[in-house]
C-alpha cells in the first residue's frame, strides 16, 4: 500500500503533534508562573526588609503557592505569609500558614520553630515543645528554639531546665530575646540556689535579705556574662 493509502501515520503524526504542542504550552504557563512569582517575590523580601507587613501579604498573594510553593531561595512562600500575619497580630492565621509551610518542609527549622511559637501563643504548651524540641533534633545548636523553649520552661516553673538550656547559648547570641530571657531565668535559678545554700547554712534570714535588698539583682545584672554558681554562693 502506499502512504497515502494508510490513514493512521496521520493520525499518529497529528495525536504526537498535539502531545508536543500541549507539553510546550504547559512549560510556557509554568515559565510565566514562575517569572511572576520571582517578581512578586523579590517585592515580599524588600517589604519585609521595610517592615511592610501588608505590602508582604499584598505579594504573596499574587503567588500561585501551589504551583510555586518554595521560593528561590528554599524558603517556603507560606513562611513569609506567616511571619507577616505573626507581626500583624493575626496569630491563628500565622499558624495555619506556618502548618502548611512545615507541610511543604517539614525540616525546615525555622517553620518548625514558628509554628511552635505560635503554638505558645495559643497557650497549647504542649504541642510548642514538642515542634522546638523537633527543631534541636534536626540542629541542636538552634539559638531561637532554644531560647524561645528555655521561655516555655521558665513559665512552667521548671527553672534548672530553662537554665540548663539557655546557658548553652552564646553570650554573643544576636537574639533579641536572647539577653532579657537568660537574666530573668539567671536570677531566678540563681535566687533558688542562694535560699537552698543558706537553708543548708541555717542563715536564711541573711539570705533573704540579701536577696530583697537589691544587692542580689544589681550584682546578677553587673555579671551576668561571667556569673557562676561558684562567685554567687
Same mark, same amino acid.
Not at 41 to 65: C, F, G, P, S
Not at 173 to 183: A, Q
Given at each position: =500500500?502506499?502512504?497515502?493509502?494508510?490513514?493512521?501515520?496521520? *493520525?499518529?503524526?497529528?495525536?504526537?503533534?498535539?502531545? %508536543?504542542?500541549?507539553?510546550?504550552?504547559?512549560?510556557?504557563?509554568?515559565?510565566?508562573?514562575?517569572?511572576?512569582?520571582?517578581?512578586?517575590?523579590?517585592?515580599?523580601?524588600?517589604? *519585609?526588609? @521595610?517592615?511592610?507587613?501588608?505590602?508582604?501579604?499584598?505579594?504573596?498573594?499574587?503567588?500561585? @503557592?501551589? %504551583?510555586?510553593?518554595?521560593?528561590?531561595?528554599?524558603?517556603?512562600?507560606?513562611?513569609?505569609?506567616?511571619?507577616?500575619?505573626?507581626?500583624?497580630?493575626?496569630?491563628?492565621?500565622?499558624?495555619?500558614?506556618?502548618?502548611?509551610?512545615?507541610?511543604?518542609?517539614?525540616?525546615?527549622?525555622?517553620? /518548625?520553630?514558628?509554628?511552635?511559637?505560635?503554638?505558645?501563643? /495559643?497557650?497549647? @504548651?504542649?504541642?510548642?515543645?514538642?515542634?522546638?524540641?523537633?527543631? /534541636?533534633?534536626?540542629?541542636?545548636?538552634?539559638?531561637?528554639?532554644?531560647?524561645?523553649?528555655?521561655?516555655?520552661?521558665?513559665?512552667?516553673?521548671?527553672? @534548672?531546665?530553662?537554665?540548663?538550656?539557655?546557658?548553652?547559648?552564646?553570650?554573643?547570641?544576636?537574639?533579641?530575646?536572647?539577653?532579657?530571657? =537568660?537574666?530573668?531565668?539567671?536570677?531566678?535559678?540563681?535566687?533558688?540556689?542562694?535560699?537552698?545554700?543558706?537553708?543548708?547554712?541555717?542563715? %536564711?534570714?541573711?539570705?533573704?535579705?540579701?536577696?530583697?535588698?537589691?544587692?542580689?539583682?544589681?550584682?546578677? /545584672?553587673?555579671?551576668?556574662?561571667?556569673?557562676?554558681?561558684?562567685?554567687?554562693?
Amino acid at each position: =500500500k502506499n502512504f497515502e493509502d494508510n490513514p493512521k501515520p496521520h *493520525r499518529h503524526a497529528k495525536l504526537g503533534f498535539l502531545i %508536543l504542542s500541549l507539553l510546550s504550552l504547559t512549560f510556557v504557563i509554568i515559565g510565566l508562573v514562575r517569572l511572576n512569582a520571582e517578581y512578586h517575590m523579590r517585592n515580599v523580601k524588600e517589604a *519585609r526588609t @521595610n517592615l511592610n507587613w501588608q505590602n508582604v501579604l499584598y505579594h504573596i498573594n499574587k503567588i500561585d @503557592n501551589k %504551583l510555586y510553593p518554595i521560593a528561590s531561595d528554599g524558603v517556603p512562600v507560606l513562611l513569609h505569609q506567616g511571619i507577616a500575619e505573626m507581626e500583624l497580630g493575626l496569630i491563628e492565621e500565622a499558624h495555619k500558614s506556618f502548618q502548611k509551610s512545615g507541610q511543604i518542609q517539614s525540616t525546615h527549622l525555622f517553620a /518548625l520553630n514558628n509554628l511552635a511559637t505560635t503554638y505558645a501563643k /495559643l497557650n497549647q @504548651n504542649d504541642s510548642a515543645i514538642y515542634f522546638y524540641q523537633s527543631a /534541636l533534633k534536626i540542629n541542636p545548636n538552634f539559638e531561637d528554639a532554644i531560647i524561645n523553649l528555655s521561655g516555655i520552661y521558665f513559665n512552667q516553673g521548671k527553672i @534548672n531546665d530553662a537554665w540548663n538550656l539557655i546557658k548553652t547559648v552564646s553570650n554573643k547570641s544576636n537574639n533579641g530575646n536572647f539577653k532579657i530571657f =537568660k537574666t530573668t531565668i539567671m536570677i531566678s535559678f540563681f535566687r533558688e540556689k542562694i535560699l537552698k545554700e543558706a537553708e543548708n547554712r541555717n542563715d %536564711l534570714t541573711s539570705a533573704i535579705e540579701y536577696l530583697d535588698s537589691g544587692k542580689f539583682l544589681a550584682y546578677s /545584672l553587673g555579671k551576668w556574662v561571667n556569673i557562676t554558681e561558684t562567685n554567687l554562693l
